[in-house]
């Protein structure tokens, strides 16, 4: 089956620590964003990528890199200085032609990141 | 810029009523509309989009939304409701020229028997 594949479902990050997110999707999609969800904010853009190894900052990269090497695969690793790096995080996908209409935007099902 | 406001962030309802869940927007061009469910820990689903034409859109589970372009609205309604409609939903907007999707804060709907 088709879709999108974020692990793990839960994960903890010690003070200081760099943790890394898996996002990888079979739907051979061009475009992948990140998305944070904080309770009673919706979704907010971290980063993305239209193309194999390109990709550009959302609202919110401080603190967040990524890496764009195949199509397939999208990590996202938060970094020692995201200071408040506690929440849900997602995972989408594109097809190229609807980049610019976000018409068929495909989620993974999250990745709850919590600091211990 | 485009931002997108969803009135109330909790609706309790009581199963076979009907819903509305209100979304409005603001933009300085024209805009699509969607809106996405998400059942609890897992990622969004689209429900229904509006791209052009007619301004009542129908959905997947029963559920419909208008359009309204003079009232910048986009608000989700379903007849009547079931104790699987639990979920949290969200309203979003992207330019029709293209660029990111903008999404509101999210509505939970909470379904009681």
Known sequence: DGGITQSPKY????EGQNVTLSCE??????AMYWYRQDPG???RLIYY???VNDFQKGDIAEGYSVSREKK????LTVTSAQKNPTAFYLCASSTSTAVATNEKLFFGSGTQLSVL | AQSVTQLDSQVPVFEEAPVELRCNYSSSVSVYLFWYVQYPNQGLQLLLKYLSGSTLVKGINGFEAEFNKSQTSFHLR????HI???AEYFCAVTPLQGGKLIFGQGTE???KP
């Open chain 1, 49 to 51: 990528s239209q193309i």
């Open chain 2, 109 to 111: 709907l909470s379904v």
């Open chain 1, 72 to 75: 397939e695969s999208f990590p």
């Open chain 1, 25 to 30: 999707q079979n739907l051979n999609h061009d």
């Open chain 1, 41 to 43: 904010q919706g979704l």
């Open chain 1, 11 to 14: 994960l903890f990050r010690k």
């Open chain 2, 84 to 86: 699987s409609d639990t």
């Open chain 2, 78 to 81: 379903k007849p009547s409701v």
